[in-house]
């Protein structure tokens, strides 16, 4: 009998270690103010919920041309600990998704999350490769653990 994860390989069954998932969305005040209120808590994900591998993909949606005024960039960061696999799909393949290069991953409705910290007026301070056309925006990012 092969355990979960044994006879696989690579970032998505690192059984050594842990990896990053990140979000990004423009959020009002009160819909971070929960995350705010619940900081050493566990909560569950109240839906399906995308995130991806890659942090320029999710700045991407942090802070599209049309973020409203009322709305603040925000950043999810999400440390998930790698014993059993996630809890969800890895969306990087074509059979599943129509954007492969998003290294998108659908984190489960109920997915049990700790929420860390939540650090607001976060500026980027870095002008090097990609990252540079985020230079000097600042966003509100939200620290959160999964234990897969």
């Keep these: 009998m092969v355990t979960r994860g044994m006879d696989l390989g690579g970032v998505d069954w690192n059984l050594g270690g842990s990896f990053m998932l990140f979000r990004g969305a423009p959020m009002q005040a009160d819909w971070i103010k929960p995350y705010s209120d619940k900081v050493g808590k566990w909560i569950n994900l109240p839906q ?3 995130a991806s591998k890659d942090p320029l993909v999710a ?3 942090a802070m599209p041309d049309w973020i409203k005024d009322n709305q603040t960039p925000t950043l999810f960061v999400i440390a998930c600990g790698n ?4 809890q969800g799909l890895t969306m990087n393949n074509e059979a599943y998704t129509a954007y492969p290069s998003e290294a998108e991953v659908l984190l489960t409705e109920g997915c049990p ?3 860390l910290a939540v650090d607001y007026g976060v ?3 870095n002008a090097l490769g990609q ?18």
């Design 59 to 61: 700045l991407g949606f």
């Design 113 to 115: 999350i700790n929420v």
């Design 83 to 86: 014993s059993y696999g996630i």
């Design 48 to 50: 399906s919920t995308s």
């Design 131 to 148: 990252i540079g056309f985020y230079n000097g925006r600042q966003m509100t990012v939200v620290h959160l653990f999964h234990q897969a």
């Design 123 to 125: 500026k980027i301070s």
